[in-house]
């Protein structure tokens, strides 16, 4: 007989009885603002094992460790005053640091590697539950590795519901799109991993220098700094192709078989399989919805999914991101 995981209101009650959970070693799937997370303690290399465990994911893939406060900081880390800059300036919020780790965190969770992926989320659910817990949580996206990610409690019920027992209802993520990372174990050379709702152009204007930009994607092979950086990720099973530009002529010589999906609504009569994120190209809305659009294309059982690249900084950096490592063969 299955048993599926249950989900949970954030009351107090509730949150008291996950915290407990989370303190034996258990996971819990948990809202963030970016996409829903599988939550499991930091400090604990046998917990970190059962998130790679429920995910399938590989042990070269790091976890994002997620903290109450920048004050717990020098707990998981050693910060320097670049990274206290930047904590002051987005935190709590959807940036996540690569700084030197501390003993308390395991190799499980970093890959092995000397360093860990850190923030503060702004979830106030979220960031209740680990005062509660009272210890770091590692929390890498509630879904299969290399799925799309989740953004509703739903979502996280449909791929792992089986392999779980506890989610944490939070509502709809706010972001939609998973952190912006930046590697500071170098504080003179600051380098953007991932692009995400805390942009390049913010991140240069608080520390004064220029953000580099991450090396070609990488294949399977090694641990990596920062988790998102392999070439294939965020994909649903349906193929993704990424277009610099779509037109009504591809779309009718496709025919009814593929679907296609625009940032905005396109101009013209409408044409059937024809999808937009938001109808006047709010990149905001847009990226909030990105992952569950996919999530639906990919369920209507279509033969391809094409999708448009959006142009630009800020968020449409972080959504041709996800889409180009969607799209990878």
């Not at 590989?58 to 005053?81: C, E």
């Not at 190799?107 to 590697?113: C, P």
């Not at 799925?147 to 509703?152: A, E, G, K, L, M």
């Not at 609504?265 to 569950?292: H, I």
């Amino acid at each position: 007989m299955a048993f599926f995981a249950k989900i949970h209101r954030g009351t107090p009650a509730n949150l008291a009885m996950l915290a407990g959970q989370l303190r034996k070693g258990e996971l819990v799937a948990v809202p963030t603002e970016t996409v829903y997370g599988l939550a499991g303690d930091a400090t604990s290399e046998a917990a970190c094992l059962k998130i790679f465990a429920a995910k399938e994911r590989p042990l070269s893939d790091p976890l994002i460790v997620h903290i109450a406060s920048a004050r717990d900081l020098p707990r998981v880390a050693h910060a320097n005053p670049a990274a206290l800059t930047l904590a002051k300036a987005f935190w709590p919020g959807p940036l996540t640091i690569i700084l030197p780790k501390t003993d308390e965190i395991p190799g499980a969770a970093t890959s092995n590697l000397p360093s860990v992926a850190v923030r503060v989320p702004s979830n106030r659910l979220f960031r209740r539950l680990i005062r509660l817990a009272g210890v770091p949580l590692a929390a890498p996206s509630a879904n299969p590795f290399g799925y799309v990610s989740p953004t509703t409690a739903a979502h996280v019920m449909d791929h792992l519901g089986s392999k779980i027992s506890h989610i944490l209802d939070g509502g709809a993520s706010v972001i939609g799109v998973e952190s912006t990372i930046i590697d500071l174990r170098n504080p003179a050379r600051p380098v953007l991993l991932r692009p995400g709702a805390v942009t390049r152009a913010q991140l240069q204007k608080v520390l004064g220098v220029a953000v580099l930009s991450k090396s070609k994607p990488r294949a399977k092979t090694g641990a990596q700094v920062a988790p998102g950086q392999l070439k294939r990720h965020y994909s649903p099973r349906t193929p993704v192709l990424l277009h610099a530009t779509m037109t009504r002529a591809m779309i009718v010589k496709a025919g009814p078989e593929d679907a296609w999906l625009f940032v905005s609504k396109p101009r013209g009569q409408p044409l059937p399989n024809v999808y937009w994120l938001d109808a006047k190209g709010d990149m905001k809305r847009a990226s909030r919805r990105l992952f569950a659009a996919l999530r639906e294309l990919d369920e209507t059982g279509f033969r391809r999914i094409h999708v448009e690249r959006p142009k630009g900084a800020g968020l449409a950096e972080a959504i041709a991101d996800r889409l180009t490592r969607a799209s990878s063969r």
